[in-house]
């Protein structure tokens, strides 16, 4: 069975810096894009940092220069490092497959972990 499990998130003062990580089982990271996603109250998931099964990144503008995503194929984990943090990068964060895992057609997402910025 599938699953993903994000862990990392917390409270941090404006300027701060986490390291969410997101360990995968019941399938291989290695195969597969990965992204990370947020999901801020009262606004839709998106996504803001992926990377290929080849290593290329990319990101959202917003969080361009400030957060980095990496992979450790042998760890089956994902890694998103986030500096600088701004109240508006309050959100839970998820990871998962870029698109989506889905599973008995219908699309499945870890339990997420908690960022909350104060300023």
């Known amino acids: 069975q599938e699953q993903l499990v994000e862990s990392g998130g917390g409270l941090v003062q404006a300027g701060g810096s986490l390291r969410l990580s997101c360990a995968a089982s019941?399938?291989?990271?290695?195969?597969?894009?990965i992204g990370w996603y947020r999901q801020a109250p009262g606004k839709q998931r998106e996504l803001v940092a992926g990377?290929?099964?080849?290593?290329?990144?990319n990101y959202v503008d917003s969080v361009k220069g400030r957060f980095t995503i990496s992979r450790d194929n042998a760890k089956n984990t994902v890694y998103l490092q986030m500096n600088s943090l701004k109240p508006e990068d309050t959100a839970v964060y998820y990871c998962?497959?870029?698109?989506?895992?889905?599973?008995?057609?219908?699309?499945?997402w870890g339990q997420g972990t908690q960022v909350t910025v104060s300023s």
């Open positions: 998962n497959t870029n698109p989506p895992l889905r599973i008995n057609f219908k699309a499945y």
């Open positions: 019941g399938f291989s990271f290695s195969f597969n894009a």
């Open positions: 990377i290929s099964t080849g290593g290329d990144t």
